[in-house]
Nanobody, 123 residues
Framework: QVQLVESAGGLVQGGGSLRLSCVASGQTFSIYGMGWFRQAPGKEREFVAAISWSGGPTFYADSVKGRFTISRDNVKKTVYLQMNSLKSEDTAVYSC????????????????WGKGTQVTVSS
């Protein structure tokens, strides 16, 4: 099993920045892909960004490209999501996910999920 714990989100003004982190513990040797997803009230869960522990390409949703950056610290088993130029439409619960395979944008392909953290962007 793998446990994922996200850092606290928060309330940010539009145009501001926030960094989320996700710490993986447990059988982390078994996971290769990490992703961030979000879900706004009344909407479906959507992909945000993904990265593999072993390197390789990173993936971003078009809506966050150029504003968000995903990165990893293999030693700390932590994945980060740096969010800049935040907009009100970025308001959502952000969840970290891990999978046995390499990073992918498909949420259903992930095996483990964190509980999520609320990010609210005021306009």
């Amino acid at each position: 099993q793998v446990q994922l714990v996200e850092s606290a989100g928060g309330l940010v003004q539009g145009g501001g920045s926030l960094r989320l982190s996700c710490v993986a513990s447990g059988q982390t040797f078994s996971i290769y892909g990490m992703g961030w997803f979000r879900q706004a009230p009344g909407k479906e869960r959507e992909f945000v960004a993904a990265i593999s522990w072993s390197g390789g390409p990173t993936f971003y949703a078009d809506s966050v490209k150029g504003r968000f950056t995903i990165s990893r610290d293999n030693v700390k088993k932590t994945v980060y999501l740096q969010m800049n130029s935040l907009k009100s439409e970025d308001t959502a619960v952000y969840s970290c996910a891990a999978r046995y395979g390499s990073a992918t944008i498909a949420g259903d392909a992930y095996n483990f999920w964190g509980k999520g953290t609320q990010v609210t962007v005021s306009s």
